[in-house]
Structures are given as C-alpha cells and as structure tokens.
C-alpha cells in the first residue's frame, strides 16, 4: 500500500508525459482539445457574455470593414465596365473562386502563454479541415489544428511553434515568420538574406507558396531591421496587424484544390 | 468524507475551475499573467484524503484544464506532480501533535507561517513546472523564471486573501 500511490504516480505522470512529448501527433485530436464537444460549448456559452463587453468595437470593425468591402465594390464595377466597353461586351472574365471564405466567432483566445491557440464555433461541417488558414479583417490570424463537427481549434500566430512564409510586398523578399514568445503585437520575419533590401515601415504580406493562405494577405508592417554581423541573414522584427487582444470575428480560407495540389506536390517530389 | 465535506469541496473545486477556465487562463494584460488559483483545490483537501484518490483528483483537474487551454498534458503533469509531493511537504512543516488527527491545511488550522511556507512551496513548484514544460522546445528561460516569479506571487496572494477574508 505505502507503493501503490509512487507506482500510480509514475503512471499517471508517464501518460501525462507522453502527450506533452508528442504534441504534434496529438494536435489533431480533437477530443483533448477545446474543439471537444463539451469544452466547446462551455466556452461558446462564455464567449456570448463576454462578446456583449465588446459589441461598440466590434460594431465599429464590421462598419469599417463594410466600407471597405464597398468601395472595392465600386471599384471592381468600374473596371469590368471599362473592361467590357473595351472588347465591346464579349468578355466573359471567370471568377476566381478558388478561396471560399467562412466566418467564424471567436470563442476561446488565449495570449498569455507560449503556445497560444484560439477556439472557433464552426466545424467540420461547415466545411473546416486542419491546416486551413484563419484571417481577420486586418490580417493573418493563425492556421487551424484541430476539427470536431462544430468546433476549430487555430494555433495562433503568438505560438511558438507557429511559422509562416512570407514575403515583403515591396521587394518579393521571401522569409519565414516566428513569434518571439514575448510581445503579443510583434514577430521575427526569420531567413532573409543580407543582399536584400529590407526598410522599415515595409509591409509583410503571405507568399501563397502553401495555398493555406492566397498570396497578398497582410500579415505585418516592418519596425525593426537590422543586418546581423553574426550571420549571413537580416534581424527583422515585424508588428502584426491583427489584434489578438480583441479578436472576435475571423474568416476561415478554404482552398478548393488544397487535395488536388497536395497530390500534385506529392507526385512532383517523387 | 462525510457528505458534507464532500459537497463543500466539490462546490470549490467547480468555483476554482470555471475561474480559471475563463478568467485566469485568458487574461489579455501583459502577455504572461497566468496566476493558477486552481492549485488551492489539491492544497485544501484534507489532509486523511486516500493518497491514490489524490493524485487521481489531480490528474482530473489538469486534464481539464489542458482540454480547455489547449496545452496538451501539461497542467496533468504539473498538477499530479504537486498532489504527490503534498504529504511528504505537509510531514515536514506541520508539527507532530497537530499531525496525529486530520485536518484541512489552510490559515485556520495550521496558522499562518506554517500555511505560508507550505503553500508557498507548492505553489512556485507548479509554476516552474508548467512554465517549463510550456517552454519545452523553446529556449526561453529567463521568461520562465519572470512568469513563475510573477504569477506564483499573485496565486499565492489570492489564496491567502481569500483565505484572510473568510476568516
């Protein structure tokens, strides 16, 4: 008996072990994320009396947002109309719709660990599968890890396992973004090379090299750059423009052919 | 436990988890303010509680966490960690005529030093647990020791205010 709590003790902490050492291969398990059914909904109940606290705000993102949806309306209507005037009504432009955007609540969030994650009230049935990309209305969010039927878990771009390729808008300078651990609003864009031109106040956007992520989203604004004298690669620190303090509504990118590309990959590399 | 007992810790136990669940694991200031109140629930169990029933209770408690915060197994870890090393602590600081009968550790039974240097103990062992397994692949251990500084202080401060203001 003076043994039998050591010998449970060794066995309860081995299993705790166990999953903690093999993160990655348990990611996906929804049923030990807060994608699982139960989790889910105690934090959806949770999320609709905190979003109350912040409806003004988000009221104000979704006018904006709105607007801007708007003029590129306008905007877009003006040039098919210039477009057709010019090949005089035959054109027949085919829509790109290869991205298909969901629109999801926030309902868990968290910012204050290294490897933070966000929990979304949309699921495998509205058409959600890992490694699909997350955005706000500002810019990247993070890449979903776990699916139950009505629930996503994203890690969030504050992770410390999170990497994103990316590029400067200005230059097509490729690099991979990492989080520091630290500042909830800033990155390190990682792997640029010296010989680039890299200035502050650059914007970062995705490099759409995955397809988790079309090309052109905003990701970060340049505020540190300097060339390291140790290696042969830039020391870059980003500010990210999404605010993950009062994220709340985001949209999930679904990319049609992700399957078909994969494939394709797959053949090409063999 | 009687059936009184039993109903005043499981009515602390649901308190505790659903605060730190949806205060203390979601706190925006910051960036590593993470105070684990929930500790006090493994800290106030009787002290006669069945030691394989204890570390079960742990393991519960942090699987449950770890389901809602996303961190895979490591508040089991730490959680189960601290409940074993709870009694051999509780030998150690409580003097022997208080020992012989059982008890539930807090301010009132044991007084204040001793209740401070026994929860203090376990309450920066648990930080530096979950902050570390946390940190795991990822060499950060200055942030460490500044989260484990930071948020053992606060959670020892809420549990003895609490503790202070029922009294």
């Not at chain 1, 398990?29 to 979003?51: D, H, I, K, P, R």
């Not at chain 1, 792997?191 to 989203?217: C, Q, Y």
């Not at chain 1, 980003?238 to 797959?266: D, G, S």
Request: proline share 3%; glycine share 6%; hydrophobic share 45%.
């Amino acid at each position: 008996m003076r043994y039998g709590g050591t010998f449970l003790f060794i066995i309860l902490e081995s299993f705790s072990l166990i999953i903690v050492v093999n993160q990655n291969s348990f990611q996906h398990a929804s049923f030990l994320s807060s994608s699982n059914q139960v989790a889910a909904s105690l934090l959806n109940v949770e999320g609709s009396v905190v979003s109350y606290f912040g409806l003004v705000d988000t009221n104000q993102q979704l006018a904006s947002e709105n607007a801007i949806l708007q003029n590129r309306v306008t905007q877009l209507q003006g040039r098919l109309e210039l477009l057709k005037d010019s090949t005089h009504g035959e054109l027949q432009i085919a829509p790109d719709q290869a991205y298909h955007y969901v629109s999801a609540k926030v309902i868990g969030n968290s910012i204050n660990r290294l490897q933070n994650f966000i929990t979304l009230n949309k699921g495998r049935l509205d058409g959600i599968k890992p490694e699909m990309g997350v955005v706000d209305n500002r810019g990247v969010v993070g890449i979903v890890t776990a699916v139950s039927d009505h629930f996503t878990v994203v890690m969030s771009l504050l992770n410390s396992k999170s990497q994103l390729s990316c590029k400067i808008k200005r230059t097509n300078d490729f690099g991979s973004l990492v989080w520091n651990g630290v500042d909830t609003d800033y990155a390190n864009l990682l792997e640029v090379p010296k010989h680039a031109d890299v200035r502050v106040n650059d914007t970062l956007i995705t490099s759409g090299f995955s397809a988790i992520f079309p090309e052109g989203i905003p990701v970060g604004i340049v505020t540190q750059s300097q060339k390291s004298s140790s290696t042969s690669y830039y020391y870059i620190v980003v500010k990210l423009t999404a605010n993950f303090r009062t994220l709340t509504y985001v949209n999930v990118i679904q990319y049609q052919n992700l399957e078909e590309l994969k494939t394709v990959q797959k053949e090409g590399e063999q | 436990m009687s059936g009184n007992l039993f109903l005043k810790h499981l009515i602390r136990f649901v308190f505790l988890m659903v605060l730190q669940v949806v205060v203390f694991d979601n706190i925006r200031f910051l960036g590593y303010i993470n105070p684990l109140l929930y500790i006090w629930f493994i800290l106030g169990l009787p002290s006669s509680i069945n030691r394989s029933l204890l570390l079960i209770l742990a393991f519960l408690t942090g699987i449950i966490l770890d389901v809602f915060a996303n961190t895979l197994g490591m508040y089991a870890f730490a959680t189960v960690f601290v409940a074993y090393f709870r009694s051999p602590l509780l030998k150690l600081v409580v003097p022997r005529d208080h020992a012989s009968s059982a008890f539930e550790p807090s301010i009132k039974t044991l007084g204040f030093p001793i209740f401070l240097k026994y929860a203090a103990v376990l309450i920066v062992l648990l930080h530096l647990l979950l902050f570390s397994l946390e940190a795991f692949s990822f060499v950060r251990y200055d942030l460490v020791l500044v989260k484990t500084i930071v948020n053992s202080s606060l959670t020892l401060l809420l549990v003895l205010s609490i503790q202070k203001s029922k009294a």
